[in-house]
């Protein structure tokens, strides 16, 4: 069997092999130029007694790296399997990750809540909400398994994937912590980090606490109050609701990929993006904040 490992250079695939335990076991096929993706194959051991069961099937080498990732050892290993396991994968019947997803989703959220609620006990929940959603969001938990190599592990067969994820770990080295919304997202990398939050939540017990143990160091660094940032276009309306002023976008995205933003018929702020018309609104609205003091002065 084999997976795509997207954008692995030589480290990342030797550090795969060597936390697997499998160094001769596995071989490397293709190019080592690392610009190119790599590919790896999977040795499976033989079958045990037989059995037909799914959790008794040899397992891909990745059940361990993940496993070594998290520091949590899976009681029921079928359920890292599924967790890896994209719908579009069909090599071998195994259900695909969407029910842990939401599982996940769902556990993170609370695990999450419960956290800032512990850590700022005079918050009020407005600021409590921004800051769960962001500390949740696609981007963040695509981000947190772009850090941990988690997706090499991902089983999928989707023909833009690969490169959608070379090109969000690129461009995220310009945003640190988080684009609030500027960056294209991979939804398949925040997906594989919630269904692995709904296997460890089966596998556990089921217990919030433990896998919030498991699972926050892997969302490190979490996002602080003193860090949020609003996304642009939310920030904006702030801002003219403050000064009581209109605005809007003009849409040229379908003919020209741009959008423009007017405040009180003032070009404030342009955005471009070739393939996404959101994208060039956010882009247009983080624009215009940048130059919203140069046409409205702060006595308005």
Not at 27 to 39: A, I
Request: negative net charge.
């Amino acid at each position: 069997m084999k997976t795509q490992l997207l954008n692995a250079d030589a480290e990342s695939v030797q550090l795969l092999l060597n936390l697997s335990g499998h160094e001769e076991n596995t071989e490397v096929n293709g190019s080592t130029d690392s610009d190119k993706p790599l590919s790896v194959e999977f040795v499976e051991s033989p079958e045990v007694n037989g059995s037909t069961d799914i959790s008794d099937k040899p397992l891909p080498l990745g059940v361990e790296f993940v496993e070594k990732v998290l520091n949590y050892e899976f009681k029921d290993k079928s359920l890292l399997l599924q967790a890896f396991t994209d719908v579009s994968y069909d090599e071998e019947d195994c259900d695909s990750y969407e029910r842990l997803e939401f599982l996940g989703d769902t556990v993170l959220s609370m695990a999450i809540s419960n956290e800032l609620f512990n850590r700022y006990p005079d918050c009020p929940p407005g600021p409590l909400t921004k800051l769960r959603a962001v500390n949740v969001d696609t981007e963040k938990l695509a981000r947190a398994a772009i850090k941990h190599k988690l997706y090499l592990c991902l089983r999928h067969k989707k023909p833009l994937l690969d490169d959608q994820i070379m090109e969000f770990e690129k461009e995220i080295e310009t945003y640190p912590l988080h684009s609030r919304g500027l960056l294209g997202v991979p939804k398949s990398l925040a997906d594989i980090v919630e269904s692995t939050i709904g296997a460890i939540y089966k596998d556990c017990g089921p217990s919030i606490e433990k896998v919030w143990e498991v699972v926050k160091p892997l969302l490190e660094p979490i996002i602080t109050l003193d860090k949020m940032e609003n996304h642009p276009v939310s920030e904006l309306l702030e801002l003219c609701q403050k000064k009581n002023l209109k605005w809007r976008f003009e849409d040229r995205w379908e003919d020209e990929k741009h959008v423009l933003l007017f405040i009180e018929d003032h070009l404030v702020g342009r955005g471009h993006h070739p393939l996404k018309k959101d994208r060039a609104k956010n882009f247009a609205a983080k624009n215009a904040i940048e130059n919203f003091s140069n046409f409205f002065s702060e006595e308005l």
